[in-house]
Every structure is written in structure tokens, then in C-alpha cells.
């Protein structure tokens, strides 16, 4: 036990410092925003659009973006002829947002020989906190929905009516795609794109109304739309651009949902967004998705905020939005409503060109043509070219030699990448193909940072020669330039550039080699990563270049993950300056049974061939840390309530001797590790749980226990902080907490003193007072009140028992250092004579009477001794400051009410109050604990030891993703101890 209890510790000590440690180095190793800025057109304008009804919204407003104009705009007395959009704010976002996506689009349009041009609208939400709050967004549904049937009048002269673009950032694009759970407003909607959205799960669930947004929508959408879900044979890998099912039913008109129609595309941030991670931004209703650092013309990576104003990626959905839009004849300008091409221009400008060119080049035989036979080519011209040249690489090689990499330099554009049918000039003799198709959709733009994207194809020369049997060569087109022009060809066996390995166990300290050395002109390897599954997991992949020709190199890497479409990533090395690695990590958890052997992580190595490298790889652990804390810090509330019921487990049956130093200490309990034998039996509980199907399912958190055992410990570790902060609190800033309650409250002294002193000997006006001051205001307030006073009276207990105390030990030091007082035997015999020598007239009955109650007062001295007075009350200081922990966490859990509250009642909107039920028990438990001056010492404590300990395995089964049910698991633990102490109370009397 002992060796155990050593473990733990140094366990708990080890969990807080990866904690830490992934928290720097999250925001510390951060890739440099990429990102340029966008800058306005004009000046931004906005025309405010009046809406029906909108009084009922009086803190919301519609408006329309317009630029540059003297004469104000105002679109209910204009002729709109664009084609409308509107841009939906997310949690704490402006309307003023939408100024660099309505600013490119007026330059797009100016520039647009068809005459198309966009419409954009934005909302005005008062910047409230809707990713905290799920209040607000029942209220912000509702305004949108008024939004759009408004914006549709405005169009109604039309001969036909426009479709709308709907485009939400963070929780704006959940908004989104809520309202199509209203079929009238659906059947208007032609696509929607979300911006960094929390899709399928918010980021923290902290109240009852988020849950259910979430679940309403889900469980409508279900009902109109045709959902994605991976499987365990899902590979996107192999194949990227499978139709999803939404698209595959609509030729099937009888079996297709009746919104299958509206495009759904989201986008991810990628790494640097740390607000909402990538896992979160996909939705298995979506048609497409895309993070921002894989899509062709952005190719980087978007913190939270800079994806509504970062130029490349405003620029990519500006030109997806005039792709799909058309003019009509009366001039008018509307979005198509043939989905299957609206999906294929958003493959195009979010993923690549997807389409396969069916006509065909022809060519004439006085160009430079050239036909080269062997495996590996570099080929450059320094000064560029006057005319173009054509190279002739033939399909016909060994058998083993079956992939072809291929990567042209500076090539722009233009098509250069064709598949042929050669054939000898009759006079010339020279052999050259007179017409060539066009493999331009087979070919890969990686980005290369600031330097030119390069532009590389992977062929199986195997599949081209049983496809197009009459091809005989692949053909290379570099077109004429002034500048430097060139490309790298590289045939090889692909069973030497397939390298398989699997993810190194987390305590495997080495580090494994995977290539020794590349061969000078190697273009391409693949790593297939097995046992690579879970959120927090990271394989550190290291490239060091042995020897180049050039001390300036480019490496690319995209990672690929099976499961999960659209998660695409690349990451580039250009110097030697850079550490030469990259770390690989995977967005979601996979399916269930899903094989990571047969279906592997894949990371294709694009390199460049004037270098030779080593590749390398080991357990990135900075990187796993960094995304431990990424993914799991939600379930850090749901630890910390655990930690703090299995410590007051411990205390309500733990009552110190007063005046001893051990009651001085309110941190007593703290130092435990029994809370993570509740995480061990809370994994086979799951499962008993699962197979009884008895009692409600857990949450589906299947994750490895090392993810619970870290954020436990670290839990663990901030409940001993809380505690000893607490303490100093008490003990050192008391006073000045009170000083601060009397200037907040503006009462004086003297009646703060009154109202203290009635709240502590008649806590009941104390519970009726946060009572009432609850359900009058919001629940939050009630519990600010009720902190506040517990606060004050711990305060001045702690006060009083430390001067007592104080007091005490200096009187037993005074009289320590006046002489040793004599023993009890010796002062009774001493006491004994003296009453002798004094009164020698009493009687020898009086006599024995008097030494018979000495006898019993020393009797009951020493049965006093043998039993020592408890801690009982507010002086079982450990009790009362868990208590207190407990209080200030349920106040946390309800800080987004209240600030809502606060935001809204200026305007008279009444918002629900999730938690009000259980905030109303604890305050009626506290103030109940408090009039019975718990804890008392007495009988039971065993059965409540047994319900908190399965109170504390209901939170880690059931709240650890559910935050907001924390609420009713405090309110339980309240209710509980202030009806066992009011039992216990009413038996005595009763006895």
C-alpha cells in the first residue's frame, strides 16, 4: 500500500505536468499566420433592413453591405438584382464580419464580363455568447428565420425567385443548418457553407438548452436529409471523390430526402484553430468538407477569427459563389439549382478538378520533341524556352516498375500532362503524337509556401495500359517562358517506396528508422501508419537531408486519414533552418472494428531530388500532449467534481479534536488517490451498463483509459490547488473580500456586521434571501449571493477559531515557562490538606461528600480526556470548504446564464434559466446545512460514503462530455447531506 500510495502520487505529480506542458507548448508551437490580410474596397457601408415582426428582436438587426456610395442604399425601395447571401455571426461575432466576403465579391464583380453579381446581407446578433449560452439560440433561429422569408420579398418582382447562399462562421453556421429543419425556409435554400462550425457536437456542453439545439436539430435533419457515416470499409484514401449518399439519391426521386437538395459544405480551420477543433467541424449531413490548409489556391492553416478575413480563403468561396450563379434574361442574377453541378464546382475550388477532360489536344510534329527511356529525370532550362517542348515517356517498362511520379516546375495553369498514342513521322523519322488527352485532373497542386505550388502526378503506368489500350506514352508539355522551367520524372517499384510501420507504443522511448537513405532523384514515398486511431495519438515523422545539391530544399507531406473525408493536410519544409519534422494525428476516432492494417493512415513524402534523405519516426509526445489538452480538456469539470465527492466522502465521517493543529487544516482529504480507483470501475461499469441495457447508456466515449487517468490526476492536482488557495484565502483575505462585499453592497459597517452575525446564527433567512433573489433574477446571481455570504462566514470561523487557538497555545507557553505544574495526583492530595488546614471544623460526612465529587469531577476529566471534543459546525473546516468548492463550481457552470441575463434584461427578453431547479436545492440544502451546524457527529455516514461514491461514478459515466448535468449531480450531493443531518437531528428528539 505504501509503495502504491508513492506511485500515485509521483502519477498525480507526472499527469499535471504533461497537463501544463501541453497547454505551453499548444500556444506556443503554433504555426505563423499564412493568412493575408483582406482590405476594403470603399468605405464599408451598411443599410439597415426592416423586418416584420422584428420588434419582437429588439436587439437584433438585419443589414445590407454595400461600399463607396454618397447616397445611402436601401434595399425595400431598390431594385436587388444579385443574387442573395447572407452571412451568419458566430459566438461573440460581429455583423461587421461579413466586409471582407462582400468586399471581394463588389471587386469580383466589377471584373465579371457576364454581369454577375452577389448580394450580401449580414445579421447583427449584439455579439452575444451563443457557443456558452444555448438560450440564445432558439431566439437567434427564429430572427433568421424572419431574415430570410424578408430578404425573399425583396425579390418577389422576379421571374423567378433566387435561391439564397447562407454562410455561417463558428456557431452562425450551426444556425445555418438549423433552419433547415423548417421545410418552408429549406426548399429556399441552395447551399450552405460553414466557417470553423462546431457541426454535430458543441465544443463544451454547458447547459440543457445547447443539448437540446443540438439534438433537434439532429434529430430533424435525420428525417430530411441523408446522412455520412464512415464504416468499416470506408478508405477515402483510395478514393476521394465518391459521390456522397445525399447526391447518389437524388437520381432516385422516390428514396431521396426531401432536402437532399441543399449543398452543405463546411471547412476547418486546421491547427491553428484552437477554439474549435478540426474532429468537430465535419457533420454527417454535410456533401462535402475541406480544411482550409488542403484546399488548391488557400493551402494554410486559419486560427478562429482571421477564416473570415484571410484574402486566399475569402477569395476561394467568392469564386465557388460566381461558379454556381448565372444570369437570367431579365439581368437578374441567381444561384443554379442543379446540385450534382454544384457539387462538382465545389470539388473544384475547395478539393481539386475533378473532372475528367474529354476532348483532345492535337499537335504538330514541328515542335521539339523529344522521347527520353529512362527511370529517373531531371530536366531543366535556366533561361526558359521559346517554343515548348514535348517529352515522350513510355508506358512500356518492366513489370515491377508500375508507378510513375512526375512533377513539373513553373508550369502555371496550363495543361502539360497528357496520355498519347505515339507514332513515327514518315520523313522525319522522329516520333511524336499528333493528338494527346489531357491528365491535368490526375495532377496535385501542393502548396510550397511563398515559392511557386508545385504541381505533381502519382500514375500507375499498370491501370493506364489496361485502361486506354491503345496509349503508348505519357506525354509532358512544357509551354514557352522567359523564366525557369524544367521537371522531375521518377519510375519505381512501389513496393520499395511503400513503407509500412506502426505507431510506437507511448512508452516506447526510441526512435525506429523507416528509410536509411533515399536515392538521389526520388520523388515520392508513401508510409502506411498502422495502429494510428485515437485524437490524442502522434507519430513524429523526421526527414533529414543527407546531402543536397542546393542548400535550399522542398519537402512536402500530406496525411491522409481513411476514415474521415475531407480532413486532408499538408505541411511543408523548404531550409534546413526548420526542425525536419512533421507530426501525424487523426482528426476523429474511427469506427467501430474498423482495421487500420488493411486500411492505414497514409502519409505521401513528396521530395525533392536534388537530395538524399533519412526517414525516421517515433511517439510524438509534445505533440500528443498538446492535443490531449486539445481534445479532452471539457472532461477536466467532470474529474474535478469526482475528485471533490470522493473528498467529502472522506470528511463528513472525519471529525479532528478541537485545538488540535490537524483542525487548522481545511486541505485535509485532498491529499487521496482512492477517486481513481472510480475511474477503473467506472470502465467495467460502462460495460455491465451496456450489456444490462438496464439503466440509461453512457456516454460513447470510447477512448483509451490513459486519457482518463491523465485528465484524473490532473484533477486531482487542481483540487489540492483550489484547496490550499481557499485556506490562504480565508486565512489572509478575509478582510479584504469583506472590505470589497460592503463597497459592492454599499452597506456600512455596522449593518454588514447586523446582517452577518443574523446569517450566521439564523442561516435560514440566509437560504430565503439567495432564494428569492434567484427565481426574481437568474440562478447564477442567487448562487454569486449565496458564495459570497458562505464566504464571509468560513471567514470569520476561521477567524475566530484561529485567535482561540492562538490564545491557547500562548497560555500554555506562559505556563510552561512558570514551572511545570504539579501532577493530578499530587494537586488532589495538595488540595486535600489544604481544605484540611483551612476548615477543620467540618464534619467527616460533609468530609466524604466532598471527596466523593472530587472523585466524579476527576472522573469526567478523564473520560473528557479518553473522548476529545470534535470539530462539529463551521469549525470542520475541511467539510465546509469542499462544500464551498462545490458551491463556487456550480456557479462556474452557471456563469453563462448569468451573463446572458445580465446582457438581455436591458432589453426586457426573458431567457430560460437552464439550471434554476437544482441551483434552488443547493441553496436550500446549504441554508439547511448551515441551521443544523453540520456536520454533526453522529450515526449513517456509511450509507452516505456508499451514495456519494456512486454519485461520483454517475459523473464519469454520464457528465464528462454532458457538463451541464454537473448541476443535478451537486444538487444530489447537497440534498443528501442536509437530509441525513436532519434525520439525524429529528431521531434525537424524537429518542
Not at 454599499?746 to 452577518?756: D, F, G, T
Request: some cysteine; aromatic content about 10%; overall charge positive.
Amino acid at each position: 500500500m505504501f509503495m502504491f500510495r508513492n506511485c500515485a502520487v509521483l502519477l498525480v505529480i507526472g499527469s499535471i505536468c504533461c497537463f501544463i506542458y501541453g497547454i505551453i507548448n499548444l500556444y506556443v508551437d503554433v504555426e505563423a499566420n499564412a493568412c493575408r490580410m483582406t482590405y476594403m474596397f470603399g468605405q464599408p457601408m451598411f443599410s439597415r433592413v426592416r423586418i416584420k415582426n422584428g420588434e419582437l428582436f429588439p436587439n437584433y438587426r438585419l443589414f445590407y453591405y454595400y461600399e463607396g456610395l454618397g447616397d445611402p442604399v436601401d434595399p425595400l425601395t431598390r431594385r436587388m438584382t444579385g443574387a442573395p447571401v447572407i452571412f451568419v455571426p458566430g459566438n461573440s461575432g460581429s455583423y461587421k464580419q461579413v466586409r471582407s466576403l462582400a468586399s471581394v465579391a463588389l471587386r469580383k464583380a466589377l471584373s465579371n464580363d457576364a454581369g454577375i453579381h452577389l448580394d450580401y446581407y449580414t445579421i447583427d446578433y449584439d455579439e452575444e455568447l451563443s457557443a456558452l449560452y444555448g438560450g440564445y439560440l432558439h431566439h437567434q433561429q427564429r430572427y433568421l428565420k424572419l431574415c430570410i422569408r424578408t430578404i425573399l420579398s425583396l425579390y418577389k418582382g422576379r421571374s423567378e425567385q433566387p435561391s439564397i447562399v447562407l454562410i455561417g462562421h463558428s456557431m452562425g453556421g450551426k444556425l445555418a443548418q438549423s433552419v433547415l429543419t423548417d421545410l418552408s425556409i429549406g426548399q429556399h435554400i441552395n447551399t450552405i457553407i460553414s466557417i470553423s462550425t462546431p457541426l454535430d457536437q458543441p465544443v463544451v456542453n454547458l447547459d440543457a438548452q445547447l443539448n437540446a439545439f443540438y439534438a433537434q436539430t439532429d434529430d430533424a435533419l435525420s428525417k430530411t436529409r441523408t446522412a455520412t457515416l464512415p464504416t468499416t470499409r470506408t478508405n477515402v484514401c483510395n478514393s476521394l471523390h465518391q459521390k456522397p449518399p445525399s447526391v447518389q439519391n437524388m437520381a432516385l426521386r422516390e428514396t431521396s430526402a426531401k432536402l437532399d437538395n441543399v449543398l452543405l459544405i463546411s471547412t476547418g480551420g486546421g491547427n491553428r484553430d484552437l477554439l474549435v477543433r478540426p474532429g468537430l467541424t465535419a457533420s454527417k449531413f454535410n456533401d462535402l468538407h475541406a480544411m482550409t490548409s488542403a484546399i488548391p489556391r488557400v493551402s494554410l492553416s486559419c486560427d478562429h477569427l482571421s477564416a473570415v478575413w484571410c484574402l486566399q480563403f475569402v477569395q476561394s468561396i467568392n469564386s465557388f459563389l460566381f461558379s454556381i450563379a448565372h444570369v437570367r434574361a431579365d439581368r437578374s442574377v441567381v444561384f443554379g439549382i442543379e446540385k450534382q453541378r454544384n457539387l462538382q464546382a465545389a470539388l473544384s475550388h475547395f478539393v481539386k478538378p475533378t473532372t475528367r477532360p474529354q476532348n483532345t489536344m492535337s499537335f504538330s510534329v514541328a515542335n521539339n520533341w523529344n522521347e527520353e527511356r529512362r527511370l529517373v529525370i531531371n530536366k531543366y532550362f535556366a533561361n526558359g524556352l521559346k517554343t515548348s517542348y514535348f517529352e515522350l515517356i513510355g508506358l512500356k517498362r518492366h513489370n515491377r516498375y508500375k508507378n510513375l511520379a512526375i512533377e513539373a516546375l513553373n508550369v502555371g495553369e496550363s495543361d502539360w500532362l497528357f496520355g498519347c498514342t505515339a507514332q513515327v513521322h514518315n520523313e522525319t523519322g522522329e516520333t511524336y503524337c499528333e493528338k494527346a488527352t489531357p491528365l491535368i485532373h490526375l495532377v496535385q497542386r501542393l502548396p510550397n509556401r511563398e515559392r511557386e505550388p508545385r504541381s505533381i502526378a502519382v500514375l500507375n503506368l499498370h491501370n493506364l495500359r489496361n485502361t486506354y489500350l491503345e496509349w503508348t506514352h505519357v506525354l509532358v508539355r512544357l509551354p514557352a517562358g522567359s523564366g525557369h522551367l524544367g521537371y522531375n520524372l521518377d519510375i519505381y517499384d512501389p513496393r520499395e517506396r511503400h513503407v509500412d510501420i506502426r505507431l510506437p507504443r507511448w512508452y516506447s522511448f526510441a526512435r525506429q528508422l523507416a528509410v536509411n537513405e533515399t536515392l538521389q532523384g526520388t520523388l515520392h514515398y508513401r508510409l502506411r501508419i498502422s495502429d494510428l486511431f485515437d485524437p490524442y495519438q502522434s507519430l513524429r515523422v523526421i526527414i533529414e537531408p543527407l546531402q543536397c545539391l542546393n542548400p535550399q530544399y522542398r519537402v512536402t507531406a500530406r496525411l491522409c486519414v481513411p476514415w474521415a473525408a475531407g480532413f486532408e493536410r499538408f505541411q511543408t519544409l523548404t531550409s534546413p533552418g526548420e526542425k525536419p519534422q512533421l507530426y501525424a494525428n487523426v482528426p476523429t476516432l474511427l469506427p467501430r472494428h474498423y482495421n487500420t492494417s488493411l486500411n492505414p493512415v497514409t502519409i505521401d513524402l513528396y521530395l525533392d531530388p536534388i537530395c538524399r534523405y533519412r526517414i525516421s519516426y517515433e511517439y510524438g509526445y509534445s505533440s500528443a500532449l498538446s492535443r490531449l489538452v486539445l481534445e479532452f480538456y471539457g472532461w477536466l469539470p467532470a474529474h474535478l467534481a469526482c475528485v471533490l465527492l470522493i473528498v467529502l466522502r472522506k470528511q463528513v465521517s472525519t471529525f479532528q479534536e478541537v485545538g488540535s493543529f490537524r483542525s487548522l487544516k481545511p486541505y485535509t482529504g485532498y491529499l487521496q488517490y482512492t477517486s481513481l480507483y472510480v475511474v477503473t470501475a467506472c470502465r467495467l461499469l460502462k460495460k455491465l451498463i451496456l450489456s444490462s441495457r438496464v439503466l440509461p447508456a453512457p456516454e460513447p466515449l470510447d477512448y483509451s483509459i490513459n486519457v482518463s487517468i491523465v485528465i484524473h490526476c490532473a484533477a486531482i492536482a487542481l483540487s489540492l490547488v483550489a484547496a490550499l488557495a481557499t485556506w490562504l484565502a480565508l486565512s489572509l483575505y478575509g478582510n479584504a473580500f469583506y472590505r470589497l462585499a460592503l463597497r459592492l453592497t454599499r452597506h456600512s459597517q455596522a449593518s454588514s456586521n447586523i446582517l452577518i452575525s443574523i446569517m450566521t446564527n439564523l442561516p435560514i433567512t440566509y437560504g430565503i434571501l439567495t432564494i428569492a433573489t434567484a427565481i426574481g433574477t437568474c440562478s447564477g446571481v442567487g448562487l454569486l449571493l449565496a458564495f459570497v455570504f458562505y464566504f464571509l462566514m468560513l471567514s470569520n470561523a476561521y477567524k475566530d477559531y484561529l485567535e482561540d487557538f492562538l490564545w491557547q497555545k500562548a497560555a500554555n507557553l506562559v505556563r510552561g515557562t512558570m514551572g511545570e505544574p504539579a501532577a493530578p495526583a499530587a494537586r488532589s492530595q495538595e488540595t486535600s490538606d489544604m481544605l484540611s488546614g483551612i476548615d477543620n471544623s467540618q464534619s467527616d460526612e460533609d468530609k466524604q461528600q466532598q471527596q466523593e465529587e472530587e472523585e466524579e469531577a476527576e472522573k469526567n476529566t478523564e473520560q473528557k480526556g479518553n473522548d476529545p471534543e470534535p470539530c462539529v459546525g463551521l469549525q470542520n473546516f475541511p467539510f465546509h470548504v469542499t462544500l464551498l468548492l462545490m458551491l463556487l463550481m456550480q456557479l462556474l457552470l452557471n456563469a453563462p446564464s448569468t451573463l446572458a441575463w445580465v446582457r438581455t434584461r436591458r432589453h426586457g427578453i426573458d431567457l430560460p434559466d437552464p439550471s434554476l431547479q437544482p441551483s434552488v436545492v443547493i441553496l436550500v440544502s446549504l441554508s439547511l446545512l448551515l441551521q443544523f451546524r453540520a456536520p454533526q457527529k453522529c450515526s449513517g455516514y456509511w450509507m452516505i460514503s456508499i451514495v456519494l461514491y456512486v454519485l461520483s461514478g454517475i459523473v464519469l459515466l454520464y457528465c464528462q462530455a454532458a457538463i451541464y448535468r454537473l448541476n443535478f449531480v451537486f444538487a444530489g450531493a447537497f440534498a443528501l447531506l442536509s437530509a441525513h443531518q436532519g434525520l439525524w437531528i429529528l431521531w434525537r428528539r424524537l429518542a
